[in-house]
């Protein structure tokens, strides 16, 4: 079946450090991919998507690739601020939302 | 304007009762979900709804019962509480199912079960 795999966390960076949050994915057929973010005692919002192989989605400073030879969309962002402190949830969507396991990210000051 | 509503936020209850939780969206979206969140976070879906009829019924227990009065409404009730389904509940919404649709989620309902 569809299946989404991320990185275990807790990830606890500096303010200011680079980012990468690993997702490998598993699919039948072309998923959609995205990244959402849930913020403390919030609900999910979605962070970027890719539709097809080699998109690359970006919002607020994170960007990630819909790299298909790899089955990878890992998301990056160059410089995190204490506010990205979240939980981030690696998705595919063929005919229904699969999310990984999600990763926490702690910045500190 | 919110556009992903739930109530009640916030739902304490003992081990055998049974409780509703309510999901109201104003998007126009013609497909709602409800997902359950565990203490470590993972995200499985429950059910889904496209215009009223069900569409997705993972392997979820019979106490747990979905009702879809109208496409902007998506309630959950639950039978039979046992400490097990303490979670947060999350109701989300979207355009379409099909792939590329973006889901835009509730608030969420943290449930206690005593």
């Known amino acids: 079946g569809d299946s989404v795999t991320q990185m275990e966390g807790p990830v606890t960076l500096s303010e200011e450090a680079f980012l990468t949050i690993n997702c490998t994915y598993t699919?039948?057929?072309?998923?959609?991919l995205f990244w959402y973010v849930q913020y403390p005692g919030e609900g999910l919002q979605l962070l970027l998507k890719?539709?097809?192989?080699?998109d690359k989605g970006s919002n607020k400073g994170f960007e990630a690739t819909y790299r298909k030879e790899t089955t990878s969309f890992h998301l990056e962002k160059g410089s995190v601020q204490v506010s990205d402190s979240a939980v981030y949830f690696c998705?595919?969507?063929?005919?229904?939302?699969?999310f990984g396991a999600g990763t926490i990210l702690r910045v500190k000051s | 304007d919110t556009a992903v509503s739930q109530t009640p936020k916030y739902l304490v209850t003992q081990m055998g009762n049974d409780k509703s939780i309510k999901c109201e969206q104003n998007?126009?979206?013609?497909?709602m979900y409800w997902y359950k969140q565990d203490s470590k976070k993972f995200l499985k879906i429950m059910f889904s709804?496209?215009?009223?009829?069900?569409?997705i019924n993972e392997t979820v227990p019979n106490r747990f019962s979905p009702k879809s009065p109208d496409k902007a409404h998506l309630n959950l009730h639950i039978n039979s509480l046992e400490l097990g389904d303490s979670a947060v509940y999350f109701c989300?919404?979207?355009?379409?199912?099909?792939?590329?649709?973006?889901?835009?989620f509730g608030p969420g309902t943290r449930l206690t079960v005593l």
């Open positions: 890719a539709t097809k192989a080699d």
């Open positions: 989300a919404s979207s355009q379409a199912v099909a792939s590329g649709g973006e889901q835009f």
């Open positions: 998007l126009g979206h013609d497909t």
């Open positions: 699919a039948t057929g072309y998923p959609s």
């Open positions: 709804y496209n215009n009223k009829e069900l569409i």
């Open positions: 998705a595919l969507n063929v005919n229904k939302l699969v």
